[in-house]
Structures are given as C-alpha cells and as structure tokens.
C-alpha cells in the first residue's frame, strides 16, 4: 500500500511540516523521508536544539529546512496574514505570540504556501492541533465540518483494507454532518485503493429497531446516496448484516452493500472510536489515522504515544491524502 503512495508523491514532490522538529521519533521519521527523497521536510523549532537532537540520535536530516519561529525573517507578514484570517477575533500582539508555538507557526507556514501539509501531536493534544486548522486553514468549500476516518488493513502485503468514519473529531454528528463524513471518508477510502461499499451501521438493521439514532442513520443514507449516485451506499444496518454475505443477504436481499461493506459510518464518536480499537486489537489490523477530512489543506493529528515508523506512515498518508 505504501508503495503505492510513495509513487504518487515521487511523480507530484510535496514538502510537509512537522511541528515538533527536537523530537527524537519526528527526526527518525525525517531522515528516512529525506532519503527516500519523495517528500521535503520541513521541521520547527530551535535550529541549534533540532541539530544537536539529529546529531545525539544520529539522525541525517541535512536535507530539512529548519526554521525557528523566533528568527523568521517573514514573521511580520505572517502576524499580518493571521490578523486577517482572524477577522478582529485576535490582535495582532496576539497572533504574534500564538505564532511562537510551532503548532500556530507551522500552520500558518502552510497557509502560506511554504508547506503543502502538516504533521504534529507527538507532544501536543489533538486540539491543539485541530484548532490552529480550523482558526486558519479552514474547510473546503461546500464542507462545514472537518471530520476524520481511520484506513485499517490487514494480511501480508495489507491487501485487505477498510475505512471506517468518524472516529475520533465529531462527538454527535448530525444527519448532515454523516452526509459529508460518508462522502470524505469514501474520496479517503479511494486514495488507498478501496472501491468503497458504504454500510451506514446502527443497532438496528432495515428498521428492525426503532429510535432517533436510526432515523437519523437512515436519512442520512438516503442524503448521500443522493450526493454520490454512483457509489453503492446502503443502511441502517447492524455490523454483521455489514460483513456478513450470509446475515447481510438475509436481512438485506439485493443490497449491494450487506455483506461485502468495505466503508463503514458510525453514528457517534462513541461507536467510531470503540469500534476502530476494536478491529486493530482484537481483528488484527493496522489502524491508519485519524485522517483529518475537510480541510483546505491535509493537517494530520499523531498519538502522543506514537513511535517512529508510525510518524513516518503518518507523514506518508498525510501527504498523499490532498
């Protein structure tokens, strides 16, 4: 799978951001990419602490840019730009003291077309990540929400590959907001190669069951089949009627979906969450993400508790996924 990404960015060279440059596991995950030459790397921080890191961890980063917020000639126009972008929410002494923390500056090195994507989290919260993107990268347009999916694989050469959304950004998504995860997670799940079959999952399957959760599952299936036509989208349906051909075909006779999903919405955080865990500790898959979805440009979110070849994955999908 990655090497199939990395064809991709080998033919359109991007350059990503990683916002904690003194981290062991980001200078790890930075040489390697610098070897590989496919992606430029840009890393954010004290440049005589990010060196004497590289050179403690033996780590060959000599093809990074390195750029401390404290000595950036452009700051200026950059509290400039960011006073803008905040629309009278932030002065600009403000801004400027926002813009010396590397999650702020280095978003703002991507708003500024110094960066295509970023990558960050490995010391900070996910808020701390996401907030900066939504002050100042902002959704797509046609987007009002940002979201995010989880690619998960599994097997030898992870040939078996599944997406599932939201599992991480939006506690109690509304039927329109399920409209935009369904279509951000299936353009994500297409990026990995999957041919998305997408299960609208819920307690309850057809209408088996009755509540305002499965109501709001079943219309916002209905939304989506209308903005994808050509993308089978089928639901309310339980997980089994989802992966199950037996139990699905049952339940479900004639769906294109039951039994063969591949693209799964949950209707809450709560499920998305458990239930992507659930796959990777008890299915035996890798989980890939959270996958930010909506945004004007690709920020991606790292576990604090991530290691290197994580970080270097993540760097990989991050950059591929435009």
């Known amino acids: 799978m990655f090497e199939k990404l990395i064809e991709l960015l080998k033919a359109n060279r991007r350059t990503i951001v990683f916002t904690e440059?003194?981290?062991?596991?980001?200078?790890?995950?930075?040489?390697?990419?610098?070897?590989?030459?496919?992606?430029?790397?840009?890393?954010?921080?004290?440049?005589?602490?990010?060196r004497a890191a590289a050179?403690?961890?033996?780590?060959?980063?000599?093809?990074?840019r390195i750029i401390d917020p404290a000595a950036y000639p452009g700051m200026d126009a950059m509290v400039d730009k960011m006073v803008e972008l905040r629309k009278g929410k932030m002065t600009a002494e403000e801004c400027r003291n926002a813009l010396q923390k590397s999650?702020?500056?280095g978003t703002m090195l991507v708003k500024m077309g110094e960066a295509d994507c970023?990558?960050?989290?490995?010391?900070?919260?996910?808020?701390?990540?996401?907030?900066?993107?939504l002050q100042l990268?902002?959704?797509?347009?046609?987007?009002?929400?940002?979201?995010?999916?989880?690619?998960?694989t599994r097997g030898k050469d992870e040939e078996e590959r599944i997406a599932?959304?939201?599992?991480?950004?939006?506690i109690h998504p509304t039927e329109e907001n399920l409209v935009e995860i369904a279509v951000e997670t299936t353009k994500c799940a297409k990026t990995f190669g999957i041919d998305p079959k997408v299960a609208f999952l819920s307690f309850s399957t057809k209408g088996s069951a009755k509540d305002d959760t499965v109501t709001m599952m079943q219309?916002?299936?209905?939304?989506?089949?209308?903005?994808?036509p050509d993308v089978?989208?089928?639901?309310?349906?339980?997980?089994?009627?989802?992966?199950?051909?037996?139990v699905g075909q049952r339940k479900f006779p004639g769906s294109q979906v039951a039994g063969y999903a591949n693209t799964f919405i949950f209707p809450d955080v709560n499920a998305g969450n458990i239930g992507y865990k659930i796959a990777a500790r008890l299915g035996g898959f890798n989980a890939y993400g959270p996958i930010l979805l909506g945004l004007n440009a690709p920020i991606n979110d790292l576990s604090r508790g991530c290691n290197a070849e994580e970080v270097y994955k993540m760097a990989i999908i991050t950059a591929a996924v435009i």
């Open 21 to 50: 440059g003194e981290d062991e596991r980001i200078l790890d995950a930075a040489a390697k990419l610098l070897k590989g030459g496919f992606l430029g790397v840009v890393l954010v921080g004290s440049a005589e602490g990010i």
């Open 55 to 64: 050179d403690k961890g033996g780590y060959d980063i000599a093809g990074a």
């Open 232 to 246: 089978p989208v089928d639901g309310e349906m339980q997980f089994d009627a989802a992966v199950s051909p037996e």
């Open 137 to 152: 990268i902002k959704t797509k347009p046609g987007n009002s929400i940002v979201s995010s999916c989880f690619i998960l």
């Open 103 to 105: 999650n702020y500056f």
């Open 118 to 133: 970023l990558l960050g989290g490995a010391t900070y919260s996910t808020a701390d990540t996401v907030r900066p993107a």
């Open 219 to 228: 219309n916002a299936m209905l939304k989506t089949r209308e903005a994808m």
């Open 164 to 170: 599932m959304g939201d599992c991480a950004i939006n």
